[in-house]
Antibody, heavy 117, light 110 residues
Framework: QVQLQESGPGLVKPSGTLSLTCAVSGGSISSGNWWSWVRQPPGKGLEWIGEVYHSGSTNYNPSLKSRVTVSVDKSQNQFSLKLSSVTAADTAVYYC??????????WGQGTLVTVSA | QSALTQPASVSGSPGQSITISCTGTSSDVGGYNYVSWYQQHPGKAPKLMIYDVSNRPSGVSNRFSGSKSGNTASLTISGLQAEDEADYYCSSYTTSSSYVFGTGTKVTVL
C-alpha cells in the first residue's frame, strides 16, 4: 500500500518561496508513475499544480508555470514542490498524489500552508 | 486553463439516483477519454471513484458509474446512501499535458 506524506513550513511570508516535500513509502518513486501536486484554498475547489517523473521530466499547470518547480529525489524516495513569489492567494491545503495512468489514485493527507506576514 | 463546469449542488433522497455533470471543451473532456471523478469528505483528502471515464478502482461501490458524451462527462450515484454525502470533483487530462479539475459539486442526502 503506497503512502504519501507532505511536510514543510506551515507559514510563508508574502513574496517568499513555498517549499514542500512529499515522502513516498510502500513503493518506489521510480516505479514508472508520475507524481503530482494539487492544492485547495480554504472552502474552494481543487487545482492541479504540476507533476514529475523519476527521470526528472515535468509538466505544469500553465497558469502557475512561471512560479512552479517540481523535482524528484530518488535517493530519498521523495519529490518536492517550490512555488515562488507567493501571495495570500496561494494559501491552501497542498496535497501530493501518485498518478496512475491519467488520474491520481493515492493521495497524502494534505498540509495547510498559509501566506501571511 | 479554465476549471471544468459542475453544478454547485445536487441532492437526493436515500435510495434515489443522482447525476453530476462535468462540462469542458474539446481541449480536455471532449478530446480524451481521461476523465476521472473524486469524492471528498470534509477535512479529508480526495478519493478516486472513477477513472478513464467509466472505470471503477477496486473497492469502489458499483453504485458509482461514469459516462461521457462530447464535451460533457457525468457521474451517476445510484441507491443513494447517507455516506455518499460529500463533495465531488471531476478531472480531465488536457492538450497542455496538464490536468484540470471541475468546480466541484456538493451532494446532499435528504
Amino acid at each position: 500500500q503506497v503512502q504519501l506524506q507532505e511536510s514543510g513550513p506551515g507559514l510563508v511570508k508574502p513574496s517568499g518561496t513555498l517549499s514542500l516535500t512529499c515522502a513516498v513509502s510502500g513503493g518506489s518513486i521510480s516505479s514508472g508513475n508520475w507524481w503530482s501536486w494539487v492544492r485547495q484554498p480554504p472552502g474552494k475547489g481543487l487545482e492541479w499544480i504540476g507533476e514529475v517523473y523519476h527521470s526528472g521530466s515535468t509538466n505544469y499547470n500553465p497558469s502557475l508555470k512561471s512560479r512552479v518547480t517540481v523535482s524528484v529525489d530518488k535517493s530519498q524516495n521523495q519529490f518536492s514542490l517550490k512555488l515562488s513569489s507567493v501571495t495570500a492567494a496561494d494559501t491552501a491545503v497542498y496535497y501530493c498524489a501518485r498518478n496512475d495512468g491519467w488520474c491520481q489514485d493515492y493521495w497524502g493527507q494534505g498540509t495547510l500552508v498559509t501566506v501571511s506576514a | 486553463q479554465s476549471a471544468l463546469t459542475q453544478p454547485a449542488s445536487v441532492s437526493g433522497s436515500p435510495g434515489q439516483s443522482i447525476t453530476i455533470s462535468c462540462t469542458g471543451t474539446s481541449s480536455d473532456v471532449g478530446g480524451y477519454n481521461y476523465v476521472s471523478w473524486y469524492q471528498q469528505h470534509p477535512g479529508k483528502a480526495p478519493k478516486l471513484m472513477i477513472y478513464d471515464v467509466s472505470n471503477r478502482p477496486s473497492g469502489v461501490s458499483n453504485r458509482f458509474s461514469g459516462s461521457k458524451s462530447g464535451n460533457t462527462a457525468s457521474l451517476t450515484i445510484s441507491g443513494l446512501q447517507a455516506e455518499d454525502e460529500a463533495d465531488y470533483y471531476c478531472s480531465s487530462y488536457t492538450t497542455s499535458s496538464s490536468y484540470v479539475f471541475g468546480t466541484g459539486t456538493k451532494v446532499t442526502v435528504l
